[in-house]
């Protein structure tokens, strides 16, 4: 049993990603190898057993099932992978492959648990149609009927840069309308600033001179140094207030988050500024879905981009509904 388990420990290695499967799957495969030697009903594992050891705190067991979320997770994941393994398996002359499955209960005090199963390679086809994938039967996705919910973040979950911090006391900035003031100011102090140094700027270039590397340096400045502002200081805002949630800047989220989004919130005269991330299973792959600008393809728009084929599986977001559907998909 133990080979069986280091083969797909191995796979994890050789594919590694940020999947919340994989994460799973990892620990998993790590806590089925440090009791490979007992008997079945000890190499199962409930929820918090498996959180634990993906390092994942959480208080109780249904929490720690909601969090592992194992068929639209975990199964869609190895559905998608299991062939890779299985060939794995092949290569090192291995009579089985590792599986994973739950065993769920009918309630009471025995919670779902985990295990990994020695499961029969399954049997090789000398068929020359079967073995070549130019006559298998094209299958398309029914994009139609493919739509999912976002999962967010917890209020304060998302950790900003120790920059930001004090401003994003527990995940958000509580606006009062002093606070829009200022920042209507600020921007517009900032955009003025530009282009009046711009203007005087150009007023310098206006006595005739020979044209130098410094004429042409200033020259340059005068169309850059606006468009710079624009871009980093005065665009993100007014795409905030207009679009209401937008991809939160780099400068404000710590480096070990995947993706985070600022979104505005409006309920009356309460205005709140939050730092939240919004996540799904990829609907093809099991890989985790992260929110991303939609350009080139979908101007002005957030889509979910799988992390582990952003440029194929993209799928839509409603920030109202916090519901998905495919944009664009590989036929599978």
Same mark, same amino acid.
């Given at each position: 049993?133990?080979?069986?388990?280091?083969?797909?420990?191995?796979?994890?290695?050789?594919?590694?990603?940020?999947?919340?499967?994989?994460?799973?799957?990892?620990?998993?495969?790590?806590?089925?190898?440090?009791?490979?030697?007992?008997?079945?009903?000890?190499?199962?594992?409930?929820?918090?057993?498996?959180?634990?050891?993906?390092?994942?705190?959480?208080?109780?067991?249904?929490?720690?099932?909601?969090?592992?979320?194992?068929?639209?997770?975990?199964?869609?994941?190895?559905?998608?992978?299991?062939?890779?393994?299985?060939?794995?398996?092949?290569?090192?002359?291995?009579?089985?492959?590792?599986?994973?499955?739950?065993?769920?209960?009918?309630?009471?005090?025995?919670?779902?648990?985990?295990?990994?199963?020695?499961?029969?390679?399954?049997?090789?086809?000398?068929?020359?149609?079967?073995?070549?994938?130019?006559?298998? #039967?094209?299958?398309? /996705?029914?994009?139609? &009927? !493919?739509?999912?919910?976002? %999962? *967010?973040?917890?209020?304060? =979950?998302? +950790?900003?840069?120790?920059?930001?911090?004090?401003?994003?006391?527990?995940?958000?900035?509580?606006?009062?309308?002093?606070?829009?003031?200022?920042?209507?100011?600020?921007?517009?102090?900032?955009?003025?600033?530009?282009?009046?140094?711009?203007?005087?700027?150009?007023?310098?270039?206006?006595?005739?001179?020979?044209?130098?590397?410094?004429?042409?340096?200033?020259?340059?400045?005068?169309?850059?140094?606006?468009?710079?502002?624009?871009?980093?200081?005065?665009? #993100?805002?007014?795409? /905030?207030?207009?679009? &209401? !949630?937008?991809?939160?800047? %780099? *400068?404000?989220?710590?480096? =070990?988050? +995947?993706?985070?989004?600022?979104?505005?919130?409006?309920?009356?005269?309460?205005?709140?500024?939050?730092?939240?991330?919004?996540?799904?299973?990829?609907?093809?792959?099991?890989?985790?879905?992260?929110?991303?600008?939609?350009?080139?393809?979908?101007?002005?728009?957030?889509?979910?981009?799988?992390?582990?084929?952003?440029?194929?599986?993209?799928?839509?977001?409603?920030?109202?509904?916090?519901?998905?559907?495919?944009?664009?998909?590989?036929?599978?």
């Amino acid at each position: 049993m133990r080979e069986i388990i280091q083969c797909l420990i191995d796979w994890l290695d050789e594919n590694p990603s940020e999947a919340k499967a994989h994460r799973i799957l990892r620990a998993l495969a790590n806590e089925s190898l440090n009791k490979a030697d007992d008997t079945k009903e000890k190499r199962r594992f409930d929820s918090l057993d498996i959180t634990e050891a993906a390092q994942v705190t959480k208080e109780n067991i249904t929490e720690a099932n909601n969090w592992i979320d194992w068929t639209r997770t975990v199964q869609r994941y190895w559905a998608t992978r299991e062939e890779q393994i299985i060939d794995l398996a092949r290569k090192r002359n291995l009579k089985s492959y590792p599986k994973p499955h739950r065993i769920s209960t009918s309630g009471g005090p025995d919670p779902t648990t985990y295990q990994l199963k020695a499961e029969p390679l399954p049997e090789t086809s000398d068929n020359e149609e079967e073995q070549n994938p130019e006559f298998e #039967p094209e299958k398309t /996705l029914d994009r139609s &009927r !493919i739509s999912f919910k976002y %999962d *967010l973040a917890e209020n304060g =979950e998302v +950790k900003p840069t120790w920059c930001a911090k004090w401003l994003f006391r527990d995940g958000q900035i509580r606006l009062s309308r002093w606070h829009i003031w200022v920042i209507i100011g600020w921007l517009s102090i900032l955009g003025a600033g530009a282009v009046a140094l711009s203007y005087f700027g150009w007023l310098g270039l206006m006595a005739p001179r020979p044209i130098t590397t410094r004429e042409l340096t200033a020259f340059i400045s005068i169309f850059a140094f606006p468009y710079i502002v624009w871009i980093i200081f005065i665009k #993100p805002w007014v795409r /905030l207030f207009d679009d &209401r !949630i937008v991809v939160a800047p %780099d *400068l404000l989220v710590a480096l =070990e988050e +995947k993706s985070a989004q600022l979104e505005l919130f409006r309920d009356g005269d309460l205005r709140m500024i939050r730092l939240v991330s919004y996540t799904a299973p990829c609907p093809i792959c099991g890989a985790t879905v992260h929110l991303d600008k939609g350009e080139p393809d979908y101007s002005r728009r957030l889509v979910g981009r799988c992390s582990d084929s952003p440029r194929e599986h993209i799928f839509s977001f409603d920030p109202v509904t916090q519901k998905g559907s495919v944009l664009r998909s590989p036929a599978v």
